[in-house]
């Protein structure tokens, strides 16, 4: 089968694919909030809009927010233990060890960043709980939530959001949103469609009978494939009566569910029975998920496309032409789900989670092609579906040994995206789960020893591995006890005992080779930790050569991601043996695989080993533009990959550099790397051009922010400096925000002190008006 590659792209809002209508004061009061209050929660009914006001508020806000406006969507989770997981996956970051939101609290302090928090209503406590502690935690951060209550969190402000404005009974429709926005709508069916003299009234009364609800009057729109708006009118009339005293106390929500209900009834059979079905998705889904988890003898697999495409013609099912997904709205969701009974619920669970196992188990087939890359993006773009088929699996009885088998299959995915700390805790509850005889729990031990050893946990790490080399034995499972002895090496090269480590390797690789060689990327890697352990000692002929061995057996099988480790070992013992050159190109080669590969730790390492490799030819400052970047992205991953060798390496080399540049330009060097996103800081590595030359101190900022700066330093309040350059104070407190920003600064003193150490700094004599426009948040 084959699969869409998701969108790779971080910190961007989705595109809007409809005009936006309305919602002027809404805006405004969001823009007023966020100047008074860093978490603004936007309340009202389901299907009013609030999601789409959020998007377009946090969008006019992209340019106020140096590190990132970032969207995370809740609908799809249930389980409030994994809030700080699902905002970790939103901003890109891996998933160590320890409590999640102390260390998604640890990564936000000191960035200015909005997050947008996308239906909390039922998650409302677990949301609290942790904007509270991200808020405190981030004094740049703020927070826009959509819920259909409060967070009743100190400081929040509320933004009431209602139905759009409908026309009075006999009023003029000019001006009405709802109108507008049905207008709209229309037309996008049905391109002649327009609101003229005859059909004004018939659609200002279909408008008001929808009280103004965005998704109520999309849905009706949708409707005029097939017939009028008289027609609709009529047909609205009934259902209305029908389903109107379900929840009299509630008149919004029972018209937003009386106008589901309708379009449901209009759906054919097989519509009907395929929306229920896919409510089973946490999330976005592909052609593919939706054959294989709602297809059967009632609705056969080669009907499925045929449906859902009508479904998506009625306004149902979202489709992104882009990454060829779908989505369906929470609401709608949720009404389908209500549709089934506990047993179709129930077999439906299933096949979703056995689905995901089939995923996985395509992945690990191909985890030796050079298709891997291709089905670790695929694996990525389904986090929801996983983790919903684990949860499923490990939470309901007879499930559990399904869901071991599982969390196996992701080992290798979990680490190259370096989600090590996720991919640890599934294992430690899979075991917990699962007894003593359960098929796969070796490979389980063996991948919980092999997180604890990333994450320098090696005690546990040990105890772990015993447990494994003893399941393996007892089950005569060669493969696995070879893959346990080099782990255990492992754990010896990381306690500092090469010639330990050595014996291991050996013993692992003997056995690889005597039962059919390195069938996977894990076993390639012995090459590259035998490199490591020579290399540790000091012999570094021998390290060569057990990388060209490992080089020509990754050859043979065309494997990428385990030759790009080897590569970079490589690359690391040139550089030790003095051939700084040779190892900048190895170096380069791995960065742009490992990035391409989405591997996180392999692509932080191959930075590291271009910071080495810039002091050794002469270049102190690119070395440390490096070292602000991959000390922040270690930080993130929390794990010291290589071991305490690799470290002092490292540090060796960043000293050098720093007695070369001096400190205070160190420590600038360090800032602008620090600052770099990803992508910049590996396009930086690769010399493919990225601002902000490493000797120049002012380069990050524009030529606007140095006049800013300079009147910052003459003493001027923000108000002044507006003046004195012709320009809105908001874009005044932008520009002053960007700088501290991009300084790493906290204070104004702090800008001040740095124009002052500047030679002939730039004169703010000019007023092109030219600026960013945004908001000062407190």
């Not at 005009?19 to 100047?35: K, P, Y």
């Not at 037309?187 to 998704?215: H, K, N, T, Y």
């Not at 699996?393 to 995915?413: D, M, N, Q």
């Not at 440390?624 to 794990?639: D, I, S």
């Amino acid at each position: 089968m084959t699969h869409a590659v998701p969108d790779q792209r971080t910190g961007r809002l989705p595109a809007e694919v409809t005009s936006f209508i309305g919602r002027r004061d809404e805006l405004a009061a969001i823009e007023r909030a966020l100047g008074e209050s860093r978490l603004v929660t936007l309340c009202g009914p389901g299907g009013v809009g609030k999601s789409r006001l959020a998007l377009r508020a946090a969008a006019a806000l992209h340019g106020v927010f140096p590190d990132g406006v970032h969207l995370v969507e809740l609908s799809g989770l249930r389980d409030p233990a994994l809030l700080a997981d699902a905002i970790a996956d939103a901003l890109r970051l891996p998933h160590p060890a320890g409590d999640p939101l102390d260390l998604l609290a640890e990564h936000l302090a000191g960035r200015r960043a909005l997050l947008v928090l996308d239906t909390c209503e039922h998650l409302v406590d677990a949301c609290a709980l942790l904007v509270e502690v991200l808020v405190r935690a981030s004094p740049g951060l703020a927070i826009i939530a959509t819920s259909r209550e409060p967070l009743d969190v100190i400081g929040e402000t509320t933004v009431p959001v209602g139905p759009l404005a409908v026309p009075p009974p006999g009023g003029p429709v000019e001006g009405s949103d709802a109108v507008a926005l049905f207008a709209d709508r229309a037309a996008a069916i049905c391109p002649a469609f327009a609101v003229d003299d005859a059909g004004r009234e018939a659609v200002a009364q279909l408008c008001r009978r929808l009280d103004g609800i965005p998704l109520a009057i999309e849905l009706a729109a949708a409707r005029l494939r097939v017939m009028s708006v008289e027609q609709l009118l009529a047909r609205l009339g009934d259902r209305f009566r029908l389903l109107g005293t379900a929840r009299a106390a509630q008149p919004r929500h029972q018209t937003l569910r009386a106008t589901v209900s309708w379009s449901h009834d209009l759906c054919t059979a097989d519509e009907r029975l395929l929306w229920a079905r896919l409510s089973v998705f946490p999330g976005a889904f592909d052609l593919e998920a939706a054959e294989a988890v709602c297809a059967d003898e009632r609705l056969p697999a080669g009907a499925v496309l045929g449906v859902l495409s009508r479904l998506v013609d009625k306004s149902v099912v979202r489709y992104h032409p882009v990454r060829q997904r779908y989505r369906m709205l929470a609401t709608l969701a949720e009404f389908g789900a209500e549709l089934l009974d506990d047993g179709a619920r129930a077999a439906l669970v299933r096949r979703h989670r056995d689905h995901v196992i089939a995923l996985a188990e395509e992945a690990d087939a191909h985890r030796l092609a050079r298709a891997r890359p291709a089905w670790a993006r695929v694996l990525r773009a389904a986090g929801a579906d996983l983790r919903t088929a684990l949860e499923w699996s490990l939470a309901t009885p007879g499930e559990e040994e399904a869901g071991l088998r599982l969390a196996v299959l992701l080992r290798e995915f979990w680490c190259a995206a370096g989600r090590f700390g996720e991919g640890r805790a599934w294992f430690r509850r899979a075991l917990a789960r699962t007894g003593d005889g359960a098929p796969g729990r070796g490979w389980a031990l063996f991948g919980a020893g092999q997180f604890a050893i990333v994450q320098d946990d090696l005690d546990d790490a040990a105890d772990l591995l015993a447990e494994a080399l003893r399941t393996a034995e007892d089950a005569g499972d060669a493969v696995l006890r070879a893959h346990v002895v080099q782990a255990q090496g492992r754990v010896r090269y990381h306690r500092g005992d090469p010639e330990g480590a050595i014996e291991l390797y050996r013993r692992a690789e003997d056995a690889y080779a005597r039962d059919g060689g390195h069938r996977d990327p894990t076993a390639l890697l012995v090459f590259c930790d035998l490199g490591a352990a020579h290399a540790m000692r000091g012999d570094l002929a021998e390290a060569a050569a057990c990388c060209e061995r490992g080089l020509a057996a990754c050859d043979r099988t065309g494997e990428q991601w385990a030759r790009a480790f080897v590569q970079w070992m490589r690359g690391g013992v040139r550089w030790l043996a003095g051939d700084a050159e040779s190892a900048r190109r190895d170096a380069r080669a791995v960065l742009r695989l490992q990035h391409e590969q989405g591997d996180l730790p392999g692509t932080v390492m191959a930075l590291d080993l271009l910071l080495v490799t810039a002091q050794a030819l002469g270049d102190p400052a690119r070395a440390l533009v490096l070292a602000g970047t991959t000390r922040r992205l270690w930080t993130e991953l929390r794990a010291p990959v290589r071991g305490p060798f690799y470290a002092a390496l490292r540090t060796e080399a960043i000293a050098a550099a720093e007695a070369a540049l001096g400190p205070d330009a160190a420590r600038a060097a360090r800032r602008r790397g620090a600052a770099f996103p990803l992508a910049d800081a590996v396009a930086y590595a690769l010399g493919e051009g990225v601002p902000a030359a490493a000797d120049d101190d002012g380069a990050v900022l524009t030529r606007r922010e140095r006049e800013v700066a300079l009147l910052v330093a003459e003493g001027l309040t923000n108000r002044a400096i507006a003046g004195r350059l012709v320009i809105a104070k908001r874009t005044a407190d932008s520009h002053i925000e960007h700088i501290l920003a991009k300084l790493g600064f906290t204070s104004r003193t702090q800008i001040a002190a740095w124009i002052a150490s500047r030679p002939a700094p730039v004169r703010a004599d000019s007023a092109d008006g030219t600026g960013h426009a945004g908001r000062k948040l407190s």
